[in-house]
């Protein structure tokens, strides 16, 4: 039975062959304490070259690919490759780790860097997004991540000179990022004209933002900010691998092998030529370079580290080498010396000496080598090869000795005979040829058994026989030399075998695990003298076992270091060292062998030892020499606590059994019942599973918990107080060391631990997201910051918290088995120990992961007859408690016991509140204080033993089993209950809360009754027997046993009780005459099992109810089947009602009635409330009758799982609930409605909606169902089709003159009229005014900053601050999208600080996820970027009370809100909001953990704990008849107070989050904006109303909201619909529906409007006056507006009655004439704003309307594909004088010709034509329009433009163009909401242009004004009119 435990011996790491040169870059380093850290395989090696040593660092678990050193060059940082890759921080000096960083990158990780303090590091992936992540590594926290590039990332560096900026380079690009807050965002840098666009491979950054990079071609690259400037040509010939920067310059290497120093300003120094010294060879690559002082460290392609000395440079030292490219497979010992030998696809084959670790021979072959040997005496090598030769080498010189070439496929195995005489050589054609050794190699003999490739050959000691392995599998067995097959098994039966390399055979069985067919074990060498066999595998694993090893699934000894295939093991030749060899990895591994005798002596071995032996965690045998195991412990291990339905689910699965169930009814459901209940005391303690749950609290209370709740017990008082926050059963609980905080983890999908005050009841933290299934302990440490946890998911997970921030600290899987215990180490805060089945871990915390060592057993101690479940540590010694129900104190070092209680009845005290029921229980729990010694039992009693002996029982329930039967005793405060734990007991309801009797049965029980008189007491047990007993004595009166299943309900009839009704699982009822004990009659006729029995009044009729769903009828006492309509029942009069079915109770049954079951229900005695019990834990109370579907309800959370009983007291007082599973009787008092002012109670409403939300309104519709686009998705607005000009073939142009001719030059493309001066190119255009503000779908975007001087709000995707007295704006342009939300941060110390959200697309961190900008507002520096996880878009933000948190909510359908700490750029906490939307979220002035959320029928009232968000509903029951509306802004008040306005325009005001009162009617249509002042707390509301005399739509109230002032806002509109306020110093400012900003003065009332805009888009009409800074505009909302740049502001304004879609000037700029989208055309005088003309000659929108530059004609295109001209000088008839023909599609824009008699029409379908004035007739002839000179260009279309079309136009169109006065410049808007500034003409495609963002999608016009002094832009979706100052150049 050697296999069942591991071998004793140990291997230990010593050296390390090899580096990884290949696909590995920049991983070769100087540490501080000189030595050479690099990485090989899956190992860190740290290389002394003074001591010639190595030591490791083995905490990865695959290939290390990356290394990062730390500034102070003592912390090394590697990432590896691997599906769930890792980074490792580990100490260079002590090898072990610091920080581990998990959980993000997938693949791998490429690069690593730290910055300049060394606090952060980034690193990044392997994946196609080439993720970029930055960490704070200390914490193991990822701050920001971002997707990297689509191509690979060669190299990342920070910039050490700027903060928060890092370089990133790679295939074919460059990146310069800037980190703000948690978000990464790249700039590409621009080659231009001075590079070549090409793969960057390294670079390196300097001060004064230069930053250098080693391009592909071996050019340096050198650029400044993010451009490049200049490159250093041929820098290198080849590409550059590696640059290092150090203190006196920088050093480069590359592809060509040399290294160049180059000092700090990039000039070159010199150039050493690795391939021209004497160690050098032609292909020489260096792929690492760093340079330290004097000395320069060279790693290359072929895994060589060169140490060069400057001054020396053509001697470098050669201090490592191995193997390089291809597989290495060759390994062969030499049998007398210490000397390795391997061979490589490489093609050479090296002799190492394993004493002096050194390579001393090398030979070069001709062909890969696969497999080597060396003769028994040590004179011939002999090789395989890859091409079926093998070569003979005299080992001395290495000359050849043989070359033989017999086969065509590689030799993959051979060896020399034991006596030196034959060659057996091994072929992948699966044959073994022998050759004779002394004959030359002449072939002797074949062996030809196998059918596949010959793995492994051993010769026998003797030379006679030969075994083989192959790739089946197979073994067989040859005769030598000839090769005969041997197949008689006797004759093999004692051969020896000289040595043991086979993988398959008896005595190697216990290598291959249990279960498995795999063939993945490479190799295995058999130590005979030690009896150790060592294995390699393809996993990169070298295992120990014992030899030989006969059963399958041995024990072993594991080690890690290799990557991934270890292809050969060996042991030297005096057994010293184990030689490994790594296929992929190219690495020689030697380990050196400590047999046992050494172990001993081992222990003081440097620390890295321990990180060695991970003693076989997985050998799958567990037939460890432990005793058996208890059979409590093992019913412990069996339990489950999986759940069928989480709680956390049942919000989904509600909603998704609605939508099912939307046709469903339309009923008007019962108002849920006035009455509620309030827990009031619980019988039980959950012993049986849990362990030292149970503890005194500072103030003398007794802490414990039982179900769902936290008890806190007073004994003096006898009374309960209780925690509620958890919502399914608590599995353990901890106390806080200063025992006034309370921890305690529970069951869930997602398990929570609550951290709770035992004073207030209160809870401080919640801790979620790390376990699953649930948490089974938690222990705080000794300081009480930390707290420790253990899972109960497979691998028993821990995790160390910081529980007041909610942070996870880290985490670790525990073990395979159960955890039962974590305790943290008082005195060393760092440790903590786990104990469980057959196991103690001892961990040391380490960043992100838990490092175990094995700690020696000191001693043990015999305590107690059984497990020891309980022990407490005093000040002196230690207290045990265990199974043989004794407590025992022991000295402080558990030498001897001093004193033992044994817990027993006669030891009871006469204050005991019940009854032991055996003595000596199981303890489970042991707490001391308060001089008393507190148990808690397995059988779920507490008592309390004095230090004297005395012992009282202050609370017990029930033992294990599940709990059914429940009674109510029918005139006194008393219950009876029996359960499956084989007692019945009688406990007292009154104050003194105790267990009065209790009884032993033969069996279980599940049901009782007390008679009518309450004398009797029948019980029905599970063996279908039941029994009447004397109801004070518990003593039998009279039992029978008529059934054989489960006795389900037992039932006196009313009145004098004459007839007991049985009903048993059988589905039978059998009625008892009392009296006469005898049965008189049986009910049959059921389906299925029975589950409740009631009595009418008269005792004549039985309501049954089956599990079938039946709800039956039977007339007592024959048991006839009765058949009443339903209608019939509700009129009897019943005795009792504990139905579930039927019409009365249709409304009990839930949404999700098919997950859960109603188990109990109870009627009072008034027949008002129905109380339900169901499986979910959940008790509810109705009013009766509750017809309907889904009647509404109060609902209490208590109990765990099922709620299996529930019953009223006789006189109502109380509600008597059971919980099955968790074995406590719950008592709860009733609360008549009225009476609970008082105290409301804390019970959730019901899960459905009121169907009514307090009305419709467009504007609350409209913001609900708003989708936002963001730009980059943005289609195109004109519906136009046909092929894209750039996309169009181009017909050559007849008229290409010859480019020398004699024809007059061509005329000008554009007259250029009143541009006098020179033409001087626009070069810039910077944004000078906006016009606009998003007041139509967003709310409390405005605000006051500077004391009311400022104000702050936004349009389109730009913030702007807007000073109230002169009109100048600026503007935050930082935002890449809509801006939906804004807020001010009100806090002194944050002055001016403003939040912004903005529209985004998916949540995956990336530049176009939705993010939330902080920004200062005065000098516009964002101060922190938070990208987050809302898909679709940020809608509210919120600052907190001190103005370090940030509240957001997002547009996701989950509506989540998450809470941000900004500065650091940190998510605090998320949770999902609300199913519909929400509005608004706020914190409360004065909280940093309080806030409330308001949205479509919805109110929450948020508390932040830790790190996680508690919610609850608001409450509404207290009010008459309020019904949950859709609510749209919040407010504040003192003393909690919450003020809500909702749809209807009334205001609800809460405290906590009860409903108070309700202002009705605050306003008269939807309250959509309130604001809180914070210096004198009185509140203003904005809400929709039509301007009357007493109302208006702006009111401030007072603190309480009694009282209001009204202040109308006259601005002449129908309705005012206020959309946001704002109270500064004496003045409200509002923002409208219809964009305007209005300041309105307290005292006088009077209005000041401070900003316009247009109310509905697109603005699709724009001109600009011909000679003053005058625009008009004209839009969807019917006006046509005139703005002032200079004055900047609104002119005048006429509503047109209809949508305007275009506006024209006459060249006089006398007239306007506007187009209209019904057809018409109307003209203006401009002078009196008369209509001088208008006519509808046409049905669609008109398009563009132009007058022709003579003032002559008039022409007006529209959407019926024409253009109609018309004569102004026949006066104001407008007839129609002729019409353009052939237009293929709709007209966008038209241009006449200087002359007035041409003009040019673009058009739908991407086609130009022009036509003559005013015949209409098309001019085809190219020649003659290349001639023609235009007055205007708006056109998109032509040659001239073809420029301005770009290639991300599939979708998307560019809608408008125009071009300068000046005739040289041309701008243009897009879908993308882009304006570009081009040159004008551009007929290239592509032309380069500058690019200016503000505007959301769609920029639907552009002009410029007169004198080119601006660009006005109007926007689609923005409503908005943006003003651009033209930056000329200088002259």
């Known amino acids: 039975m050697a296999a069942r435990s591991a071998p004793n011996c140990h291997l230990r790491l010593e050296w390390v062959y090899g580096y990884r040169g290949h696909q590995c870059r920049n991983n070769l380093y100087y540490t501080a304490a000189k030595e050479i850290v690099y990485f090989v395989a899956g190992v860190g090696v740290v290389y002394s070259p003074r001591e010639h040593r190595q030591k490791f660092y083995r905490g990865h678990s695959d290939d290390i690919i990356s290394l990062a050193l730390h500034p102070e060059r003592v912390l090394v940082a590697t990432g590896q490759v691997g599906k769930e890759p890792y980074i490792c921080v580990w100490d260079s000096y002590t090898v072990q780790t610091i920080s581990v960083l998990k959980d993000v990158h997938t693949h791998g990780i490429a690069c690593l860097a730290f910055d300049l303090d060394g606090q952060r590091l980034v690193s990044v992936g392997l994946d196609s997004k080439n993720a970029v992540c930055v960490w704070d590594w200390k914490r193991g926290k990822m701050l920001s991540m971002a997707p990297g590039h689509t191509d690979r990332i060669f190299d990342i560096s920070w910039d050490l000179y700027q903060p928060n900026k890092l370089v990133s380079c790679g295939v074919k690009h460059i990146k310069f990022w800037s980190l703000c807050g948690n978000a990464l965002t790249p700039k590409r840098g621009v080659f231009g004209k001075t590079g070549d666009l090409q793969t960057i491979l390294c670079l390196a950054c300097?001060?004064?933002?230069?930053?250098?990079?080693?391009?592909?071609?071996?050019?340096?690259?050198?650029?400044?900010?993010?451009?490049?400037?200049?490159?250093?040509?041929?820098?290198?010939?080849?590409?550059?691998?590696?640059?290092?920067?150090?203190?006196?310059?920088?050093?480069?290497?590359?592809?060509?092998?040399?290294?160049?120093?180059?000092?700090?300003?990039?000039?070159?120094?010199?150039?050493?030529?690795?391939?021209?010294?004497?160690?050098?060879?032609?292909?020489?690559?260096?792929?690492?370079?760093?340079?330290?002082?004097?000395?320069?460290?060279?790693?290359?392609?072929?895994?060589?580290?060169?140490?060069?000395?400057?001054?020396?440079?053509?001697?470098?030292?050669?201090?490592?080498?191995?193997?390089?490219?291809?597989?290495?497979?060759?390994?062969?010992?030499?049998?007398?010396?210490?000397?390795?030998?391997?061979?490589?696809?490489?093609?050479?084959?090296?002799i190492w000496s394993?004493?002096?670790?050194?390579?001393?021979?090398?030979?070069?072959?001709?062909?890969?080598?696969?497999?080597?040997?060396?003769?028994?005496?040590?004179?011939?090598?002999?090789?395989?090869?890859?091409d079926g030769s093998f070569t003979v080498l005299r080992v001395r010189d290495m000359t050849e000795v043989v070359h033989i070439k017999d086969r065509k496929e590689a030799i993959h195995e051979l060896k020399y005979s034991p006596d030196g005489t034959y060659l057996a050589v091994g072929c992948n054609d699966s044959s073994v040829d022998i050759y004779g050794v002394a004959q030359r190699y002449k072939k002797l003999g074949e062996c030809v058994g196998s059918l596949s490739f010959i793995t492994h050959l051993d010769w026998s000691s003797d030379s006679r026989y030969l075994q083989t392995n192959d790739g089946n599998g197979k073994r067989l067995f040859y005769r030598m030399p000839g090769g005969k097959e041997v197949t008689n098994k006797e004759e093999i039966k004692g051969v020896h075998w000289a040595s043991w390399t086979c993988v398959s055979g008896l005595e190697?069985?216990?290598?291959?695990?249990?279960?498995?067919?795999?063939?993945?074990?490479?190799?295995?060498?058999?130590?005979?003298?030690?009896?150790?066999?060592?294995?390699?595998?393809?996993?990169?694993?070298?295992?120990?076992?014992?030899?030989?090893?006969?059963?399958?699934?041995?024990?072993?000894?594991?080690?890690?270091?290799?990557?991934?295939?270890?292809?050969?093991?060996?042991?030297?030749?005096?057994?010293?060292?184990?030689?490994s060899i790594g296929g992929a990895d190219h690495s020689v591994f030697q380990w050196k062998f400590i047999p046992e005798r050494k172990l001993k002596d081992a222990l003081h071995i440097a620390p890295q030892e321990s990180l060695a032996d991970s003693n076989s965690d997985e050998s799958d045998s567990d037939l460890s020499d432990v005793p058996e195991l208890d059979s409590e412990i093992e019913q412990e291990t069996q339990l489950t606590y999986r759940r069928q339905v989480y709680k956390e689910d049942l919000p989904q699965l509600k909603e998704q059994y609605k939508e099912k169930q939307k046709s469903g009814t339309s009923k008007r459901r019962e108002r849920a019942p006035g009455n509620s209940i309030r827990l009031h005391f619980v019988h039980g303690y959950r012993g049986y599973d849990c362990r030292s749950n149970l503890f005194y609290t500072q103030t003398g209370e007794i802490v414990y918990h039982v179900a769902a709740v936290g008890v806190i017990y007073n004994r003096q008082q006898n009374t309960q107080r209780f925690y509620l926050g958890h919502d399914d059963d608590i599995l353990c609980l901890a106390i806080h060391p200063l025992k006034d905080y309370v921890a305690t983890g529970q069951v869930g999908r997602d398990p929570s631990i609550h951290v709770w005050d035992t004073e207030t009841i209160k809870p401080l933290s919640v801790l979620k997201g790390c376990h699953q299934y649930g948490v089974c302990a938690v222990d705080f440490s000794a300081d009480g910051k930390r707290l420790a946890s253990v899972g109960i998911d497979d691998s028993h997970t821990i995790v160390l918290w910081d529980w007041k921030k909610g942070e996870k600290l880290s985490i670790a899987r525990g073990s395979k088995d159960k955890i039962f215990v974590v305790k943290m180490n008082p005195y060393v805060p760092d440790k903590l120990i786990t104990a469980g089945i057959k196991h103690v871990k001892f961990w040391r915390r380490a960043g992100d992961v838990c490092i175990w060592r094995d700690v020696f057993l000191v001693k043990t101690v015999k305590a107690h007859d059984g497990p020891v479940f309980s022990m407490h540590a005093l000040?002196?010694?230690?207290?045990?408690?265990?199974?043989?129900?004794?407590?025992?104190?022991?000295?402080?070092?558990?030498?001897?016991?001093?004193?033992?209680?044994?817990?027993?009845?006669?030891?009871?005290?006469?204050?005991?509140?019940?009854?032991?029921?055996?003595?000596?229980?199981?303890?489970?729990?042991?707490?001391?204080?308060?001089?008393?010694?507190?148990?808690?039992?397995?059988?779920?009693?507490?008592?309390?033993?004095?230090?004297?002996?005395?012992?009282?029982?202050?609370?017990?329930?029930?033992?294990?089993?599940?709990?059914?039967?429940?009674?109510?005793?029918?005139?006194?405060?008393?219950?009876?209950?029996?359960?499956?734990?084989?007692?019945?007991?009688?406990?007292?309801?009154?104050?003194?809360?105790?267990?009065?009797?209790?009884?032993?049965?033969?069996?279980?029980?599940?049901?009782?009754?007390?008679?009518?008189?309450?004398?009797?007491?029948?019980?029905?047990?599970?063996?279908?027997?039941?029994?009447?007993?004397?109801?004070?004595?518990l003593e039998d009166l009279v039992s029978f046993h008529h059934r054989k299943d489960i006795i389900s309900d037992i039932r006196f009839s009313p009145g004098s009780g004459k007839y007991l009704a049985v009903a048993s699982h059988d589905s039978f009822i059998d009625i008892y005459n009392v009296m006469s004990s005898k049965r008189v009659g049986i009910c049959k006729g059921a389906t299925s099992y029975i589950t409740h029995v009631d009595w009418d009044i008269r005792g004549k009729l039985l309501q049954v109810n089956s599990g079938a769903k039946e709800q039956l009828f039977f007339e007592a006492p024959r048991g006839?089947?009765?058949?009443?309509?339903?209608?019939?029942?509700?009129?009897?009069?019943?005795?009792?009602?504990?139905?579930?079915?039927?019409?009365?109770?249709?409304?009990?049954?839930?949404?999700?009635?098919?997950?859960?079951?109603?188990?109990?229900?109870?009627?009072?005695?008034?027949?008002?409330?129905?109380?339900?019990?169901?499986?979910?834990?959940?008790?509810?109370?109705?009013?009766?009758?509750?017809?309907?579907?889904?009647?509404?309800?109060?609902?209490?959370?208590?109990?765990?799982?099922?709620?299996?009983?529930?019953?009223?007291?006789?006189?109502?007082?109380?509600?008597?609930t059971l919980g099955g599973a968790d074995m406590s009787l719950m008592v709860w008092t009733n609360e008549i409605e009225g009476y609970r002012e008082k105290r409301p109670c804390d019970s959730e409403e019901s899960d459905t909606d009121s169907e009514e939300d307090g009305g419709y309104d467009s504007d609350v519709t409209r913001e609900n169902e708003i989708s936002y686009t963001i730009r980059a998705l943005s289609t195109n607005i004109r519906p136009m089709f046909g092929v894209k000009p750039h996309l169009q073939q181009k017909e050559p142009s007849v008229d290409e003159r010859p480019p020398v001719s004699r024809a007059p030059p061509r005329p000008e493309k554009l007259q250029t009229n009143n541009v006098g001066k020179k033409k001087r190119p626009i070069e810039d255009l910077v944004l000078e005014l906006v016009f606009g503000y998003r007041g139509r779908d967003c709310r409390n975007n405005v605000h006051y900053l500077n004391d009311g001087d400022d104000i702050i709000y936004h349009t389109a995707s730009v913030g702007i601050l807007h000073n109230v007295a002169t009109g100048t704006q600026s503007f935050y342009q930082e935002h890449n999208d809509d801006i939906l939300c804004l807020t001010v941060n009100q806090h002194p110390k944050f002055i001016n600080i403003v939040a912004t959200g903005q529209v985004g697309d998916l949540a995956d961190m990336s530049a176009t996820a939705p993010s939330i900008h902080i920004w200062d507002a005065v000098n516009k520096q964002t101060l922190s970027i938070l990208r987050c996880y809302h898909s679709k878009g940020v809608c509210s933000v919120s600052f907190s009370a001190t103005g370090k948190l940030l509240l957001s909510v997002g547009l996701d359908p989950e509506h989540t809100i998450t809470i941000w700490r900004w500065q650091e750029g940190t998510k605090i906490a998320s949770r999902a909001g609300h199913n519909q939307r929400i509005f608004v979220a706020e914190f409360r002035p004065d909280s940093d953990s309080q806030f409330v959320s308001v949205g479509v029928k919805h109110v929450k009232f948020w508390t932040l704990a830790g790190r996680a968000l508690l919610s609850k509903k608001g409450l509404l029951s207290t009010v008459e008849d309020a019904?949950?509306?859709?609510?749209?802004?919040?407010?504040?008040?003192?003393?909690?107070?919450?003020?809500?306005?909702?749809?209807?325009?009334?205001?609800?005001?809460?405290?906590?989050?009860?409903?108070?009162?309700?202002?009705?009617?605050?306003?008269?249509?939807?309250?959509?904006?309130?604001?809180?002042?914070?210096?004198?707390?009185?509140?203003?509301?904005?809400?929709?109303?039509?301007?009357?005399?007493?109302?208006?739509?702006?009111?401030?109230?007072?603190?309480?909201?009694?009282?209001?002032?009204?202040?109308?806002?006259?601005?002449?509109?129908?309705?005012?619909?206020?959309?946001?306020?704002?109270?500064?110093?004496?003045?409200?400012?509002?923002?409208?529906?219809?964009?305007?900003?209005?300041?309105?003065?307290?005292?006088?009332?009077?209005?000041?409007?401070?900003?316009?805009?247009?109310?509905?888009?697109?603005?699709?009409?724009?001109?600009?006056?011909?000679?003053r800074d005058f625009f008009l505009s004209a839009a969807e909302d019917g006006t046509v507006r005139l703005w002032d740049i200079a004055d900047k502001k609104m002119l005048n304004k006429v509503n047109l009655g209809h949508a305007a879609r275009t506006v024209c000037y006459s060249p006089e700029g006398d007239m306007v004439a506007i187009g209209m989208k019904n057809g018409e055309f109307i003209i203006l005088l401009v002078s009196s704003l008369k209509i001088w003309g208008k006519k509808r000659d046409r049905r669609c929108a008109i398009h563009d309307i132009r007058f022709s530059p003579d003032s002559r004609f008039l022409a007006v295109g529209s959407s019926e594909n024409s253009v109609d001209f018309y004569d102004l000088t026949l006066g104001p008839t407008l007839n129609r004088i002729s019409y353009c023909r052939d237009i293929p599609s709709f007209v966008i824009q038209m241009d006449f010709s200087a002359d007035s008699r041409y003009l040019q029409v673009s058009t739908g379908c991407y086609k130009r034509h022009v036509y003559e004035v005013p015949s209409g007739k098309p001019v085809l002839d190219q020649a003659a329009m290349d001639r023609i000179t235009w007055a205007t260009w708006t056109s998109i279309l032509g040659d001239e433009v073809m420029g301005i079309w770009s290639r991300h136009t599939e979708k998307a169109n560019v809608n408008c163009a125009c071009v300068s006065h000046s005739g040289i410049s041309l701008v243009t808007g897009d879908d993308f909401g882009m304006v570009k500034l081009f040159d004008f003409p551009c007929p290239e495609k592509f032309a380069k242009h500058k690019r200016f963002l503000g505007h959301s999608p769609h920029v639907t016009n552009i002009r410029f004004t007169s004198g080119d002094r601006h660009v006005v832009s109007a926007g689609g979706d923005d409503c908005s009119l943006f003003v651009w100052k033209c930056v000329h150049m200088p002259h």
């Open 875 to 1033: 000040e002196k010694g230690f207290v045990t408690g265990g199974k043989d129900g004794v407590v025992a104190l022991w000295d402080d070092s558990f030498e001897r016991c001093l004193k033992t209680y044994a817990i027993k009845r006669a030891a009871l005290a006469p204050g005991s509140k019940g009854l032991l029921l055996e003595d000596n229980p199981s303890i489970r729990a042991i707490s001391l204080g308060h001089g008393h010694i507190l148990i808690g039992t397995k059988n779920g009693e507490i008592l309390e033993v004095d230090k004297s002996g005395p012992i009282t029982l202050l609370v017990q329930g029930h033992m294990e089993g599940e709990v059914w039967g429940l009674a109510t005793h029918p005139y006194l405060p008393i219950c009876a209950t029996v359960s499956d734990d084989k007692t019945l007991r009688i406990w007292d309801l009154s104050p003194s809360h105790c267990m009065l009797a209790v009884r032993k049965l033969k069996k279980g029980g599940r049901c009782c009754c007390f008679s009518p008189d309450g004398k009797a007491l029948a019980v029905g047990l599970n063996d279908g027997s039941f029994l009447m007993a004397n109801a004070d004595t």
């Open 1120 to 1216: 006839k089947k009765q058949t009443i309509p339903s209608v019939e029942v509700e009129k009897i009069c019943w005795a009792s009602w504990t139905s579930v079915l039927g019409l009365c109770c249709e409304g009990i049954w839930p949404v999700i009635g098919e997950v859960t079951d109603i188990t109990a229900s109870c009627l009072t005695s008034d027949k008002m409330i129905l109380a339900t019990g169901d499986d979910l834990g959940f008790v509810k109370l109705f009013r009766y009758p509750a017809k309907g579907k889904f009647g509404k309800f109060k609902r209490y959370m208590a109990h765990s799982t099922h709620v299996t009983n529930v019953r009223w007291t006789y006189d109502d007082s109380m509600l008597v």
């Open 206 to 350: 300097a001060r004064d933002e230069l930053t250098y990079s080693g391009a592909l071609n071996g050019d340096i690259y050198v650029w400044k900010g993010i451009n490049l400037i200049r490159t250093i040509q041929g820098a290198h010939t080849a590409g550059i691998f590696s640059m290092n920067a150090c203190e006196e310059g920088f050093a480069t290497g590359g592809r060509d092998g040399c290294i160049r120093l180059w000092d700090l300003t990039f000039k070159p120094i010199t150039v050493i030529d690795l391939r021209e010294t004497d160690q050098g060879y032609k292909g020489l690559s260096v792929r690492s370079v760093c340079w330290r002082g004097d000395h320069i460290l060279v790693g290359t392609q072929d895994s060589e580290i060169f140490e060069i000395v400057v001054h020396e440079r053509n001697k470098p030292f050669l201090i490592m080498q191995g193997h390089c490219e291809g597989e290495l497979w060759a390994l062969a010992i030499h049998p007398t010396k210490p000397l390795a030998v391997t061979g490589s696809d490489d093609r050479s084959v090296r």
């Open 354 to 386: 394993l004493v002096d670790h050194a390579l001393i021979a090398r030979c070069n072959m001709e062909e890969p080598i696969r497999c080597a040997a060396v003769n028994v005496d040590g004179i011939h090598l002999a090789l395989g090869m890859k």
């Open 1523 to 1667: 019904r949950m509306q859709t609510m749209l802004a919040v407010a504040f008040g003192a003393n909690n107070l919450t003020f809500t306005g909702a749809v209807s325009g009334d205001v609800c005001v809460w405290r906590d989050h009860i409903l108070c009162r309700i202002v009705a009617r605050a306003h008269n249509g939807p309250v959509f904006a309130m604001y809180t002042t914070l210096r004198d707390g009185l509140v203003v509301t904005g809400g929709k109303e039509r301007p009357s005399k007493e109302g208006g739509a702006v009111k401030l109230w007072d603190q309480e909201l009694r009282r209001c002032r009204a202040f109308r806002l006259e601005t002449g509109q129908v309705t005012d619909c206020v959309r946001s306020v704002c109270r500064g110093k004496g003045k409200i400012l509002v923002g409208t529906r219809n964009a305007e900003i209005i300041e309105v003065g307290e005292k006088n009332a009077a209005c000041n409007i401070l900003v316009n805009g247009h109310v509905d888009g697109p603005i699709w009409g724009l001109v600009t006056h011909p000679s």
């Open 508 to 579: 190697v069985n216990g290598i291959w695990p249990k279960y498995s067919d795999i063939n993945d074990i490479n190799s295995v060498d058999g130590n005979y003298i030690g009896q150790v066999l060592v294995t390699a595998d393809d996993y990169g694993i070298i295992k120990l076992f014992r030899y030989p090893c006969l059963r399958k699934g041995a024990k072993f000894k594991k080690y890690i270091g290799h990557s991934a295939h270890v292809t050969n093991v060996r042991w030297s030749h005096d057994y010293q060292w184990v030689i």
